[in-house]
């Protein structure tokens, strides 16, 4: 079973909608978790840590349930400047590691 | 965040020859810096953890004699491919760890490095 795994999508959505994607994780006693964004041929680049109370960021939310062993990250009002890769990163119980989905594509369309 | 840069962002070789990358830290001081590979299509795979001043932690299946790693300062780290082949053609990518006490906080990466082995 993976560490981390996210469906691949891809999510094809017009402008102004809202998606969400969600991604599973396997270890219960992960410690930190993380939503980062990669352009085509870039490498990834932080987009918000998930914390336990959920957090938000303008139009990006990240919400964290340690019962159902999940992480959520909710784009509203997409934007054409918002398609990219969006990979969901664990970091390892005992902090040595981070662990990474394959990736939720996102194609926002005019 | 911290900054990473590395060097260089694009590289093409012939069979057999070997490639170095270089992963600098530029507003940190790293003990600890991770290098990735990812495949077309695929997620980011660590390979290793250079470890400053000490040998790297290689993942199963990363053949440490291939992949050689040093890390001699804070802020630089260098893989070195050797004997490259045409599968080795893939995106390296370094990243640092920003916290206290170096093992908790985000990861910022590199630009990556994309080798092309012909």
């Not at chain 1, 918002?82 to 005019?110: H, R």
């Not at chain 2, 290689?58 to 802020?75: M, P, R, W």
Request: net charge neutral; hydrophobic share 30%.
């Amino acid at each position: 079973r993976k560490e981390v795994e996210q469906d691949p999508g891809p999510f094809n959505v017009p402008e102004g909608a809202t998606v969400a994607f969600n991604c599973t994780y396997s270890n219960s006693a992960s410690q930190s978790f993380f939503w980062y964004r990669q352009d085509c041929r870039k490498e990834p680049k932080l987009l918000m840590s998930v914390y336990s109370s959920g957090n938000e960021d303008g139009r990006f939310t990240a919400q964290l349930n340690r019962a159902s062993q999940y992480i959520s990250l909710l784009i509203r009002d997409s934007k054409l400047s918002d398609s990219a890769t969006y990979l969901c990163v664990v970091q390892a119980p005992n902090f040595n590691k981070f662990y990474f989905g394959s990736g939720t594509k996102l194609n926002v369309k005019p | 965040g911290a900054v990473v840069s590395q060097h260089p962002s694009r590289v093409i070789c012939k069979s057999g020859t070997s490639v170095k990358i270089e992963c600098r830290s530029l507003d940190f001081q790293a003990t600890t810096m991770f290098w990735y590979r990812q495949f077309p299509k695929q997620s980011l795979m660590l390979m290793a953890t250079s470890n400053e001043g000490s040998k790297a932690t290689y993942e199963q299946g990363v053949e440490k004699d291939k992949f050689l790693i040093n890390h001699a300062s804070l802020t630089l780290s260098t893989l070195t491919v050797t004997s490259a082949h045409p599968e080795d053609s893939s995106f390296y990518i370094c990243s640092v760890q920003e916290g206290a006490g170096g093992n908790t906080g985000e990861l910022f990466f590199g630009e990556g490095s994309r080798l092309t082995v012909l």
